[in-house]
């Protein structure tokens, strides 16, 4: 009996003790910098991904030796379910709850994607989907489609996205980028055009973004864009055509081989300027804030024309008589 007792003794010694073992030996796991295969290191969480998964993932990569210890840890502390998908950067001195913390609080890195004034939603489009570490989504959606899931009730989506340097989330989708583009071009919008000039031919705002598109298209000298839009304004109120090229070009769509011959002039389209009254239909590209600004607050101006010199900048004019020697100055004639 007495050796029955001094071998459970033992025995109990030997557990307590190697309990303290590997109660030791994991907090050092714990404590101890994780083992990166180089710093810094990123990696990938896709979306829907499980902690398990990534676990396996940093543990094949040689990051965990025990990946277990990962979702032991997110579970012990409740946040198994709570990690966040993204691309994400760490360096070397990271520890396991440090990761877990990153992992959980979406702690991941950023790019920057710009999206340039005077281009139009196809080339929108095309150049998002060159961007390496956003999410594409977009591929195989309608316009419509495109339009439902970024909350935009307009027919079209030419003109609806503001030019600006957007801050996404590596892994963030493209949608998700274009639905913050919409939100930015409609409350710039509705800004600009809740301070506009009195008298202004335009029922709506809509129809503002669509002028301030033609004019971005007519310009890249920014010092021209309010004249430009004085023009256009004076044409509408006078009831006379715009007549302006960009939106025939944008009529012409791929049929367009870079060079606007008269016969285009006189083909009609719905974006034919020279052979229909009014506005197009939608807008025909990405208009700038500049743009936006000049066609709801432009000067007033005699200008009914202008010409492009060929140098960037634009030679107006009040009259026909004169803008038609503008045109023989500064232009060759149209085939």
Same mark, same amino acid.
């Given at each position: 009996?007495?050796?029955?007792?001094?071998?459970?003794?033992?025995?109990?010694?030997?557990?307590?003790g190697?309990a303290?073992?590997?109660?030791?030996?994991?907090?050092d796991?714990?404590?101890?910098?994780?083992?990166?295969?180089?710093?810094?290191?990123?990696?990938?969480v896709?979306?829907?991904?499980?902690?398990?998964?990534?676990?396996?993932?940093?543990?094949?990569d040689?990051?965990?030796?025990?990946?277990a210890?990962?979702?032991w840890?997110?579970?012990w502390?409740?946040?198994?379910?709570?990690?966040?998908?993204?691309?994400?950067?760490?360096e070397?001195g990271?520890? !396991?709850?440090?990761?877990l913390?990153k992992? &959980?609080q979406?702690? +991941?890195t950023?790019?920057?994607v @710009?999206i340039? $004034? %005077?281009?139009?939603?196809?080339?929108?489009?095309?150049?998002?989907?060159?961007?390496?570490?956003?999410?594409?989504?977009?591929?195989?959606l309608?316009?419509?489609?495109?339009?439902?899931?970024?909350?935009?009730?307009?027919a079209?989506?030419?003109?609806?996205f503001?030019p600006?340097?957007y801050?996404?989330?590596?892994?963030?989708?493209?949608?998700?980028?274009?639905?913050?583009?919409?939100?930015s071009?409609?409350?710039r919008?509705?800004?600009a055009w809740?301070?506009?000039?009195?008298?202004?031919?335009?029922?709506?705002?809509?129809?503002?973004?669509?002028?301030?598109?033609?004019?971005?298209?007519?310009?890249?000298?920014?010092?021209?864009?309010?004249?430009?839009a004085?023009?256009?304004?004076?044409? !509408?109120?006078?009831?006379?055509?715009?007549? &302006?090229d960009?939106t +025939?070009?944008?009529?012409?769509? @791929?049929?367009? $081989? %870079?060079?606007?011959?008269?016969r285009?002039?006189?083909s009609d389209t719905p974006?034919?300027?020279?052979?229909?009254d009014?506005?197009?239909?939608?807008?025909?590209a990405l208009?700038?804030?500049?743009?936006?600004?000049?066609v709801?607050?432009?000067?007033q101006?005699?200008y009914?024309?202008f010409?492009a010199?060929?140098?960037g900048t634009?030679?107006?004019?009040?009259?026909?008589v004169m803008?038609?020697r503008?045109?023989?100055?500064?232009?060759?004639?149209?085939?």
């Amino acid at each position: 009996m007495h050796r029955t007792r001094l071998l459970i003794g033992l025995l109990a010694a030997v557990a307590i003790g190697a309990a303290a073992l590997a109660a030791t030996l994991a907090l050092d796991a714990y404590r101890r910098p994780l083992p990166l295969p180089r710093s810094p290191y990123d990696f990938e969480v896709p979306a829907g991904a499980t902690l398990a998964r990534v676990a396996r993932t940093l543990g094949a990569d040689g990051v965990l030796e025990h990946p277990a210890a990962l979702v032991w840890l997110a579970r012990w502390r409740g946040v198994d379910r709570a990690i966040k998908a993204g691309s994400y950067e760490v360096e070397e001195g990271i520890t !396991l709850p440090r990761l877990l913390a990153k992992l &959980t609080q979406g702690d +991941v890195t950023q790019i920057a994607v @710009t999206i340039v $004034d %005077g281009i139009t939603f196809a080339q929108l489009r095309a150049e998002l989907h060159a961007v390496p570490r956003l999410a594409h989504t977009l591929d195989g959606l309608t316009d419509a489609e495109v339009l439902m899931r970024i909350g935009a009730a307009e027919a079209s989506p030419e003109g609806l996205f503001f030019p600006d340097t957007y801050f996404m989330p590596a892994g963030g989708s493209d949608v998700a980028l274009l639905e913050r583009a919409h939100r930015s071009l409609v409350r710039r919008l509705d800004a600009a055009w809740a301070e506009r000039a009195p008298g202004l031919p335009f029922a709506t705002p809509y129809e503002a973004l669509i002028l301030a598109s033609i004019v971005e298209k007519e310009s890249g000298h920014r010092p021209d864009l309010p004249l430009i839009a004085s023009v256009f304004v004076n044409r !509408l109120r006078n009831g006379m055509r715009l007549q &302006t090229d960009p939106t +025939v070009i944008y009529g012409l769509g @791929t049929a367009f $081989d %870079g060079n606007l011959r008269k016969r285009d002039l006189e083909s009609d389209t719905p974006y034919n300027t020279y052979t229909r009254d009014g506005l197009p239909p939608t807008p025909i590209a990405l208009p700038s804030q500049a743009s936006i600004d000049a066609v709801l607050d432009p000067p007033q101006t005699p200008y009914l024309y202008f010409v492009a010199r060929g140098d960037g900048t634009s030679e107006f004019s009040e009259t026909l008589v004169m803008h038609n020697r503008a045109v023989s100055k500064y232009q060759k004639p149209r085939r």
